[in-house]
Each structure stands twice: as C-alpha cells, then as structure tokens.
C-alpha cells in the first residue's frame, strides 16, 4: 500500500513577508502530514534571498540600495531578488506520488511541466543543456540568474527565466524555484515570462497555468486545493527559517 500514489496538495498561499514565506517551506518539509504538497506564492515587500552558503555581507550594499530585506534560504545556489514573480516550492518524499527518487530526474520532471506551463503562455523555454555543468557552487556573491546549469531554462535568447534547487533531509526533498514575470532590478539582463511571452503575464495568470500542468503532467490529476493545518502555521509563524 505504501507505493499507492496519494493525493497532491495544492496550497495557493499568495503574497507574504520574506521570512514567512522561507518559515512555511520548511513547515511543509517537516510537517507530520507527509502527503505531497505544491505550494504557489510570492513576495511583500520585495527581498533579496541568499543561498545558503553565501556571506550575507557580500550583499548588503546592493540591498539597502533597494531597500530590500535580506534573508536565507535553506538551499544552495545565488542570490536571488524576489519582487514580481511566482515561487513554487514541493514537498514530497522522493521515489513516492510521481516524485522521482534521483535528484536529476527530479530536475527534468519538474522543469518539463514548467516548459509545457509557461508555453502555453507564449513563453518559449528550454534546457540550457549542452556543455554546462549539472550544478554551480556560486562565487561569494554571485546571483542566480546570472549562472547557468544544464538544468535551467532559458529563453530563445540565452536568458535564464527558471531556475530552482532543492533540499532533501530526513527522508523528505524541499524543491523550490523562482520565476520573475518581469525582470529583477538587480539583474537586467536576464530573462522573465514576460519577456518571453513579449507581453504581459500577470501572477494569477501563471499560477493558474503552473496548476493545470502539475494536475496533468506530475500528480495524475489528484492535485487538490488545500490549506495549511494549525501545527504548520503555527511553525511558519515562528520565523526562524530564513531570518539574518
């Protein structure tokens, strides 16, 4: 019974604070309801996240130019600044619920439901793939989207518009990512769905996409809309994840 695919569920929790939004990640990571989660959201006010190796004082210059808060996330890679766009974070137990049990395949599933999401948006996206690295250990302070992997997407221009990490512990994998609608301040020369698409594309407009592509393509039609329980707001609440 235990290899029975169980019910995706899908937690649509909008706009919050930086370390909320870090603090409810690792709530669902390590909740005592283990079922699948996918969780859509974004940021306010807008943030700067750090990878979780990176000196934050590498950073802090950039971000009070901006007025950005700063904060951590739990997983590697670049920094990242978070302001018009959708996040999407997984919490699942790999190998169980279509969740693949090998971190790269993990990578090409997830990322091929995002590709077939946002093209039917008009935003054309693909695998850097070729010659570049599987992974990136980012320079000290060094932003996301300025480095490639084998495994982001671009647009038909080069530009990174998707990239995403994961974090697996105890059993269990933490896989979010981030997708700019419109471009970052910090990094203007990346890409965004917008750009892609060549219009504007709007969060809910995304979501929705992100929702129907996952029911079809990753949770065999069993996503169901869900909220967090009592015990995982409260842990979100406490904010300790991701606070400086």
């Not at 290899?3 to 930086?18: S, Y």
């Not at 190796?53 to 808060?69: D, H, I, K, N, S």
């Not at 995403?164 to 965004?192: C, D, F, K, N």
């Not at 995304?206 to 949770?219: I, T, Y």
Request: some cysteine; charged content about 25%; overall charge negative.
């Amino acid at each position: 019974m235990g290899d029975v695919p169980r019910p995706w569920r899908l937690l649509r929790t909008g706009f919050d604070a930086p370390v909320w939004n870090l603090s409810c990640d690792e709530a669902l990571l390590r909740s005592e309801d283990d079922r699948p989660a996918l969780r859509l959201y974004g940021w306010r006010p807008a943030a700067l996240s750090l990878g979780r190796f990176q000196p934050a004082e590498a950073f802090t210059e950039r971000a009070r130019a901006l007025g950005l808060e700063v904060v951590r996330r739990q997983t590697g890679g670049g920094a990242i600044h978070h302001d018009d766009e959708l996040t999407f974070s997984i919490a699942a137990t790999p190998g169980r619920d279509g969740y693949p049990a090998d971190t790269v395949a993990a990578y090409d599933a997830v990322h091929a439901v995002l590709c077939r999401a946002l093209a039917g948006l008009g935003a054309e996206l693909h695998p850097r793939g070729g010659d570049a690295p599987l992974s990136v250990r980012p320079r000290a302070a060094s932003m996301c989207f300025e480095d490639h992997t084998a495994l982001d997407l671009l647009d038909e221009a080069g530009r990174k518009v998707v990239g995403s990490a994961q974090r697996r512990t105890g059993g269990r994998v933490l896989h979010h990512g981030s997708i700019p609608l419109t471009v970052p301040a910090l990094t203007p020369e990346v890409g965004s769905v917008s750009r892609a698409a060549g219009r504007a594309v709007g969060w809910d407009e995304v979501a929705d996409a992100l929702e129907a592509a996952f029911r079809e393509g990753f949770c065999g039609g069993a996503l169901e809309p869900d909220a967090l329980s009592a015990a995982e707001s409260a842990a979100a609440g406490s904010g300790i994840t991701g606070r400086l």
